[in-house]
C-alpha cells in the first residue's frame, strides 16, 4: 500500500524538526554551566566541555610498541583486554581523598551477581561494610566467573561518603540470587540497589534467556556455549537516561558507569546521552555477539569525544585494524576534566609500554 505524498512530505518536515531540536538541545547542554540544567522537576549535573584539556597523540614509538603488544597484524588483535584489571581505578578511590563528589554514584549495567558492584561500592563510598568475601559467600552456588575469583578488595582509607550503587540485572536468576545475597549480608538495600531490568538504546519489553546464576554469556540474543531449552522471560528494558532519571537519587556526577551485557553495549550508551554527560569513569565492553557487529570502535570513540570523554589509549592513537576487528575486549574512558584519574590511566599507559 503507498502512502500520499503530502503524507511523505508532512513526515520528513517532521524528522527534520525533531533533529533540529534534538542538535539545539545537544547544543544548550554542551554550553551549559555544570548544575544548570533542568527537567522542570530537578537540577542536574552536566559536564561543562569547554576549554577541556586535550588528548596527546600517540608518538610513532609509542604507537610501534602498541603494534608489538597487541600483536596488530592479520587484522587482530591479541586477547589482552578481556579480563579486566583497572588497577587505576582502585588505586585512585584508595589513595585520594577528594573524589571530585560528596554523594558517590556507581552505576553497574550486566551487574550478573555484583561481586564487582560490592568493591565498587566499597570504594567510591568508603564504607568496609560493603565487603567482597562476605557477599561471595552469601551468594552461595553460582557459576564461577569467567575472568576468576576476585581475591582482594578495595581498602576504605578515608571517612565515610553517602552515595548509592546500581546493580542492574536482566537475567532472572542472577536477580534472584542478588536480592538473596543482600538479605544474607545485610548490605543496605538504599544504598547498593539491585534492579532487575535490561538496559538499551530505549524502553521496551525484551524475552531475556535464564541461564544458571552466575552464566556471564547471555544477552538478549541469548547465551553462548549453553545448553539448550533455557527459558525465556519477559523483562523491563529502559535506556539508562531513562533508568537514571526515575531510580537514581543523586542528580551530581556519576563517579563509575560499567557496562557489560554481552554485544548491545553501544545500544546502552546510545540510549545515555544525558547519563554521558555526567559520567567521570566508564567502562565498557567491545565484543564480536549481540549488535556490535554492526558498529565500529570508531563508532563509540565519535560518541564519546563529543562527550568529552577518552578511550584509554584508544582516543588520539587509534589503529585501522580496529575497524575489521571484532572479539571480547573491554575499554576504559574517563572525562577529560576528571584529571586526577586521567593522569593515573596515562601514567599506566607509559608504565606499559616503558616495560616493552
Not at 116 to 126: E, L, W
Request: hydrophobic fraction near 35%.
Amino acid at each position: 500500500m503507498s502512502s500520499h505524498p503530502n503524507s511523505c512530505l508532512k513526515t520528513a518536515v517532521i524528522i527534520v524538526l525533531v533533529v533540529e531540536i534534538a542538535l539545539y538541545i545537544g547544543y544548550l547542554r554542551r554550553n551549559s554551566m555544570a548544575l544548570n540544567l533542568e527537567d522542570g522537576e530537578h537540577v542536574w549535573y552536566s559536564h561543562y566541555n569547554l576549554n577541556l584539556p586535550t588528548v596527546e597523540k600517540c608518538t610513532e614509538e609509542q604507537r610501534s610498541k602498541i603494534e608489538v603488544q597487541l600483536g596488530l597484524s592479520h587484522n587482530r588483535v591479541k586477547g589482552l583486554s578481556g579480563c579486566f584489571d583497572a588497577d587505576w581505578l582502585d588505586a585512585f578511590f584508595e589513595e585520594e581523598e577528594d573524589i571530585g563528589t560528596e554523594h558517590f554514584i556507581g552505576i553497574s549495567v550486566g551487574c550478573n551477581v555484583g561481586t564487582d558492584a560490592i568493591n565498587t561500592a566499597r570504594m567510591g563510598m568508603s564504607d568496609p561494610k560493603f565487603d567482597v568475601f562476605s557477599w561471595i559467600d552469601a551468594l552461595g552456588e553460582v557459576v564461577p566467573p569467567v575472568c576468576g575469583k576476585k581475591n582482594r578488595q578495595g581498602a576504605t582509607n578515608f571517612p565515610l561518603r553517602e552515595g548509592e550503587m546500581h546493580c542492574i540485572e536482566p537475567m532472572p536468576s542472577n536477580a534472584l540470587v542478588l536480592n538473596n545475597a543482600i538479605r544474607a549480608s545485610g548490605v543496605d538495600e538504599g544504598r547498593f540497589v539491585v534492579s532487575h531490568a535490561a538496559i538499551s538504546s530505549s524502553n521496551g519489553v525484551v524475552k531475556f534467556p535464564n541461564g544458571g546464576p552466575g552464566y556471564e554469556a547471555c544477552g538478549m540474543q541469548g547465551c553462548q556455549h549453553a545448553d539448550e531449552g533455557i527459558g525465556l522471560v519477559d523483562v523491563n528494558v529502559y535506556s539508562l537516561d531513562y533508568y537514571v532519571s526515575k531510580f537514581v537519587k543523586g542528580r551530581g556526577p556519576i563517579n563509575v558507569l560499567s557496562v557489560d551485557v554481552e554485544g548491545w553495549d553501544f545500544d546502552a550508551l546510545f540510549g545515555a546521552s544525558s547519563v554521558l554527560d555526567r559520567t567521570y569513569y566508564l567502562e565498557f565492553e567491545y565484543h564480536k555477539v549481540g549488535n556490535w557487529a554492526n558498529y565500529k570502535l570508531e563508532n563509540a570513540l565519535r560518541l564519546l569525544d563529543h562527550k568529552g570523554t577518552g578511550m584509554w589509549r584508544i582516543t588520539e592513537c587509534y589503529f585501522a585494524v580496529y575497524d575489521k576487528w571484532h572479539d571480547w575486549s573491554n575499554v576504559g574512558c574517563v572525562h577529560r576534566s576528571y584529571a586526577n584519574l586521567a593522569k593515573r590511566m596515562e601514567d599506566r599507559f607509559n608504565s606499559t609500554l616503558h616495560s616493552l
